[in-house]
């Protein structure tokens, strides 16, 4: 079985930056898609940003231009990079991967908490 691992959140101050990791245990290369959700209290989670296998990357709207995907295919890790961190960027990032024909994987999840 896939794991995928999260680490990097914490609390900070809107207006500040994390950056999240997600350690895979097999090559992410192999991987058709991988992503960070999210969900916050009383919400349903949601797509934060997604990275597919030849690179292309794709956004929720609310956090465009503030957060960035990446990833380290020899490092066997995708990055969520989160600046202007606000209030409602509170939840627990969860990362997720998938590959054609397969299931998908989930991580534990790393709570991120931005207070004013």
């Known amino acids: 079985q896939v794991q995928l691992v999260e680490s990097g959140g914490g609390l900070v101050q809107a207006g500040e930056s994390l950056r999240l990791s997600c350690g895979a245990s097999?090559?992410?290369?192999?991987?058709?898609?991988m992503g960070w959700y999210r969900q916050a209290p009383g919400k349903q989670r949601e797509l934060v940003a997604n990275i597919v296998s030849g690179g292309s990357t794709n956004y929720a709207d609310s956090v465009k231009g503030r957060f960035t995907i990446s990833r380290d295919i020899a490092k066997n890790t995708v990055y969520l990079q989160m600046n202007s961190l606000k209030p409602e960027d509170t939840a627990v990032y969860y990362c997720?991967?998938?590959?054609?024909?397969?299931?998908?994987?989930w991580g534990q999840g790393t709570q991120v908490t931005v207070s004013l």
């Open positions: 097999e090559s992410i290369s192999s991987f058709t898609v």
């Open positions: 997720n991967a998938r590959r054609s024909w397969a299931r998908a994987y």
